[in-house]
T-cell receptor, first 116, second 109 residues
Framework: GAVVSQHPSWVICKSGTSVKIECRSLDFQATTMFWYRQFPKQSLMLMATSNEGSKATYEQGVEKDKFLINHASLTLSTLTVTSAHPEDSSFYIC????????????FGSGTRLTVV | GEDVEQSLFLSVREGDSSVINCTYTDSSSTYLYWYKQEPGAGLQLLTY?????DMKQDQRLTVLLNKKDKHLSLRIADTQTGDSAIYFC?????????FGAGTTVTVRA
């Protein structure tokens, strides 16, 4: 159990366009999901916490108007990178937890975004 | 938040044991995790340990926790080529995970 599916696995877009990334919990309900960003050869940086039915909680320094998060159901959270620029190119990963920290956090397979 | 530090690289011969070390600063972390990341993929949870435990063993994996020194280690017995990856330790305080920079493990024949 505790499978998290993330789509797309990779996307290339032009500067100025928006890109939506989906994160789904396949076999459990997730009231909370997390979005991370990972730069090459670096660790994961938490961007925001996505809460079902309410606004996301963004980490300091993350632009909420730039990275729109919607968590409309207990199994789906989306991250939209708006007006993407080359510096937004990165690896984005979502995660969710079944029953909290004691079961660990399950991660999606990640999305490689390249903005040209 | 939690500061988590790891050594960046480890090279090990196939069949030997690998030991990856991690230190953390926040003693209030309830759970400590080890994740594995293969190239271009997400993170795979390998194992975790509750903060009141000293050791946890799961097949080839052994986690040791020294809470006094805030030191966590992961031992992989009989390391195989498929174990080549980046390994992250992470601490959970409430629901937030703080990751180390990751240790790149290279298994050589």
């Amino acid at each position: 159990g505790a499978v998290v599916s993330q789509h797309p696995s990779w996307v290339i877009c032009k500067s100025g366009t928006s890109v939506k990334i989906e994160c789904r919990s396949l076999d459990f309900q997730a009231t909370t999901m997390f979005w991370y960003r990972q730069f090459p050869k670096q660790s994961l940086m938490l961007m925001a916490t996505s809460n079902e039915g309410s606004k996301a909680t963004y980490e300091q320094g993350v632009e909420k108007d730039k990275f729109l998060i919607n968590h409309a159901s207990l199994t789906l959270s989306t991250l939209t990178v708006t007006s993407a620029h080359p510096e937004d190119s990165s690896f984005y990963i979502c995660s969710a937890s079944l029953q909290g920290a004691k079961n660990g956090y399950t991660f999606g397979s990640g999305t490689r975004l390249t903005v040209v | 938040g939690e500061d988590v530090e790891q050594s960046l690289f480890l090279s090990v011969r196939e069949g030997d044991s690998s030991v990856i070390n991690c230190t953390y600063t926040d003693s209030s972390s309830t759970y400590l995790y080890w994740y594995k990341q293969e190239p271009g993929a997400g993170l795979q949870l390998l194992t975790y340990i509750f903060s009141n435990m000293d050791m946890k063993q799961d097949q080839r994996l052994t986690v040791l926790l020294n809470k006094k020194d805030k030191h966590l280690s992961l031992r992989i017995a009989d390391t195989q080529t498929g174990d080549s990856a980046i390994y992250f330790c992470a601490g959970a305080n409430d629901y937030k995970l703080s990751f180390g920079a990751g240790t790149t493990v290279t298994v050589r024949a």
